[in-house]
């Protein structure tokens, strides 16, 4: 619903500025007429709005997107309680071939960027590759190598460390390898997208070990 003053109406406004003071009087409570009714319409707006939203789906689109936020604020506060800070989050998707620890050419191009970031911006700092997956179960033949998603990410991890180490000099030492599996996911694991979002590499600089 929309609340629309006709033309003539304006026009009788503009022109009866020029008149008595009575005349102003009146121009004054009209344009206080117009404002109330401009903010209740403007209110309708808003509620109409926020029931589109609901119909359409937006209004829990919007929800999932905050939660996945807050999720990751979560992760950020766990970094800041030990004195770290994230270095880069990466996707599982955009550095191995599927169901595997090989890392790509395009996952390679990826991690002498991190390592380069490394170098110059975190030196003498404990590096922490944590590595997480979905909840799919791991299938077929895979089973005999990778027996659940906790090895599967470990072998990733490693993968990145080993990368880290022989490509690009970083010392062993400062490098940790870690596994969270499916434990930690920052969606729920409902839909192909989700998964793809909890299937992630975090790369973290911790302080330096005394």
Known sequence: MRF????????LLL?????????????????RTIDSLEAVNED?????????????????RDRRVM???IRRLEFDVMDAREGGRLVQNLAVDDLFEPASASLTEAGREAIAEVAE????????????????????P?????????????????????????????AHGLPAHRLRVVSFGDA???VPNTTAESRSLNRRVR?????EAP
């Open 67 to 69: 939660a996945d936020r």
């Open 138 to 166: 791991i299938g077929g033949a895979l089973q005999e190598r990778y027996p659940s998603n906790w090895e599967l990410s470990a072998a990733r991890a490693s993968a990145i460390v080993r990368e880290l180490i022989d």
């Open 203 to 207: 790369i973290t600089a911790l302080p």
């Open 15 to 31: 022109i009866s500025g020029c008149g008595s003071a009575q005349h102003v009087a009146e121009r004054e409570d009209y344009t």
């Open 117 to 136: 970031r490394l170098t110059d911006n975190f030196d003498g700092k404990q590096i922490r590759v944590e590595a997480h997956a979905d909840n799919s």
């Open 4 to 11: 629309v003053l006709p033309g003539a109406l304006i026009c």
């Open 184 to 186: 930690r996911p920052i």
């Open 44 to 60: 309708l707006r808003d509620s109409l709005s926020f029931y589109d939203d609901i119909y359409s789906g937006q209004f829990f």
